[in-house]
């Protein structure tokens, strides 16, 4: 059956990776950012600022009216801002909390309305490694990731028993615009996951796609590392 899928952050990247994925399997993806782009074959695409929860619930709702019951979110919309915390300005902080958890926040609490009234459907938000490492840099953008976790983890447990399932998924150093400033430091951390390689966008579409999948029905409150080893240290 073709199930409504909403992918925060479909534009490029991770997000495209996902919507792509799901569109192959059939289903009708509903694809949000900034921009607008989205991969070909997504059933609706909006442009939007998942920071501003008026319009996020704005666009839920014409996803809703169009499409049905939301039956998989994907929260996957984030950015960086890296800089050590004694230099980190308050801007630096707040824009990384609010797309990356306010953002997520809102998102998973638009598409929680429809799932509850049709008792079913899954929530997975794209993480992150980083809090779990501890990455010189990433005070904002760790905090966030971390925040994931928790928000995951309690709302699983609020709606568990309406069929609705929420997982986080935690990538390690994966191949995309945002990690596409390191230069010759990519060979470095290259070196320092198991695995020899840094990841691509499709291998974090499959985890979520099996996560959002039948198979995993019976999983709630997980993260997902999906790192090649990365976190597993030295
Ligand atoms: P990209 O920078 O390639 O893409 C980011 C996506 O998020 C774009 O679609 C962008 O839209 C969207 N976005 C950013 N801010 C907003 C906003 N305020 N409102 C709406 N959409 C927004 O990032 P990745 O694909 O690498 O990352 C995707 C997710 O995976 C992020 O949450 C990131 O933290 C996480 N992740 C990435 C890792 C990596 O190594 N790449 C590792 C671990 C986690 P637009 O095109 O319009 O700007």
């Given at each position: ?7 925060t ?55 809703v ?70 990455v ?65 966008p ?33």
């Amino acid at each position: 059956m073709s199930r409504h899928v909403i992918v925060t952050g479909a534009s490029r990247g991770i997000g495209a990776a996902i919507a792509e994925f799901f569109i192959a399997a059939g289903d009708r993806v509903v694809a949000f950012s900034r921009s607008g782009d989205a991969p070909e074959g997504c059933a609706l695409s909006l442009s939007l600022d998942v920071a501003d929860s008026a319009a996020l619930n704005d666009a839920v709702k014409r996803a809703v009216a169009e499409l049905g019951p939301v039956d998989v979110v994907v929260v996957n919309a984030g950015v960086t801002k890296d800089g050590l915390a004694l230099r980190m300005s308050d801007e630096q902080w707040r824009e990384v909390l609010s797309t990356d958890l306010d953002g997520a926040f809102y998102t998973a609490r638009a598409a929680l309305a429809s799932m509850v009234r049709a008792r079913q459907g899954s929530i997975i938000f794209i993480g992150s490694i980083s809090p779990f490492i501890g990455v010189p840099g990433q005070a904002n953008y760790a905090a966030a990731k971390a925040g994931l976790v928790g928000l995951a983890r309690a709302l699983a447990k609020e709606v568990a028993t309406r069929g609705i399932t929420v997982n986080v998924v935690a990538p390690g150093l994966i191949e995309t615009d945002m990690t596409s400033d390191l230069g010759a430091a990519k060979d470095q951390m290259a070196a320092m996951i198991p695995m020899g390689r840094l990841g691509q966008p499709d291998d974090i579409a499959g985890v979520v796609g099996f996560l959002a999948s039948n198979h995993a029905r019976y999983i709630t409150g997980a993260v997902l590392c999906a790192d090649g080893g990365l976190s597993l240290g030295h």
